[in-house]
């Protein structure tokens, strides 16, 4: 009888472990994942800008400077990403900023001109930087969801127990200049139900 | 139920948490009392025939049981298959594959902006000539998903509304909801189709059986009790499956505000769209009683989705309106209370 308990008890940590483990590597590989989304969407911001650039460039004539900067901090952020290691996301992460800054000024500038704005080109530039600009904040905001569900998956207890042999380790958050998206949200994974 | 009064203080991943445990638990009552009907019967029958001579029928095999399910699965396999086609030929909409105007380009981008958001592939999108304002998502896995949206939706929303609304449907295919409903009703169908069919053949078996010189005396008291139960829960089966699948499709409602919420980070939006909508009064001329399940709000405009607290709590395939927008807005009090400013609105560029 006692041998039998044993056995089940073995079966059950056995049957928990691999589910622990499993979780955690799942968690691991959409976080990495997800990191490469981001990429992605970089890419398609780094095309993007000399298209539209030249498509509006005859429309303002007058404000040369603003776009020039746009491409500038375009360029250094190419450099950036194509120099930098995997593990250079600081540095990639300041470059995008600043070309971040860079466009909102074109938006700003945009708007400043309600003329503009009626002319085809630059109102389709509008909606094509917002949704840009809207896939690379979701693509982090992705991002730092499942990096954060990992990171808590992995600390809290029992799974801790199993992050050595997963090798499991705190994958780093995306830093966002912008106060408005910085907080990240508390994640609850415990599985104690609610009233 | 009390349990859905609105509390404006979590946070939309508690909310989330919250509204998947009461899904799981209304799932399982719903599968159990569906055993219940089918293989409850089985073993009363079972129960009935024990003490039976042995050249006599005993009942051993659940065949009734197992006849149950496999018409649900096969009733479930057929919403699977023909589903998404039919819902999406019945709004005769169209599918967006080259976006013509600024409004189609618009839509394209905030659908393509909310998968990555919730990180799943970009669904097909299509429009569906209706002047209500509306959307549904349909699809029974998000590599196979289908999103519509009515014209009217495209000319009333601002783009951060329509992407509350977008999201709202993604949160929809995320979580797999159109499976789930797709069952949920199946189920719901085959209890009335069996409940019809069998209804006749029982009193039939049961007077045969009595011509046959069978005692009731022979039955034992928990067997008449059983079958007293099992009777009155085959005629009250079609209101409870029913209610059931409702509560189960509310729940999902108020999921997918909140995976709206996580997607956007922008709850007011969406609680703002629903103002609208419910505030517009365009009749809805293509979408269907087939769809309405499917859809952001109640296309019939059916007045039970109104009333807070009447019999629109237990029927209706929607939570009230007006609940889902204070718990939306709720959302937006947590998070602009956890960034440190306040008022919430604040709409994202």
Redesign the interface.
Known sequence: MGSWILLILVVVVVLWAISAYNGLISLKNQTTNAFKQIDVQLKRRHDLIPNLVNAVKGAMDFEKSTLEAVVQARNQAVQVNAAAGPDAMKQISQAENALSGALSKLMVVVERYPDLKATGNVGQLQEELTSTENRISFARQLYNDTATQYNTKQQQFPASLMAGLANAAAAQLWEIDDQADKAVPQVDLSTKPKA | MS?ESATPGP????QQ??NR?RTTLLVVCFVLFFAWLGFGGDYIYYLATLHNLPYETHHTFPWFGILLTVVAAWIAWYGYSTGPEKVLWSTGAHEITDPAT?QE??LV??V???A????IPRPRIWIVDDPAPNAFATGTDPQHAHIAVTQGLLDLMS?DELQGVVAHELGHIKNFDVRLMTTLAALVGVVLLIRDGTGRFFWGGRSGGRSRGKGEGDLGALVVVLLVIWILSWILAPIITQMLAMAVSRKREYLADAMSA??T?NPTALANALQKIETSDAPATHLKAGAAHLCICDPLDRKLNDHPGTLGDVMASHPPIEMRIIRLKGMGYA?AK????LPPD?P??
Not at chain 2, 11 to 14: C, E, P, R, V
Not at chain 2, 338 to 341: K, M, V, Y
């Open positions: 349990g946070t939309l991943f508690q948490d919250a445990h600024d380009k618009q981008n905030v393509e902006e909310m990555i958001a919730a990180g783009r996580q997607f980070r998070q956890a960034e440190g400013h604040t994202r560029a």
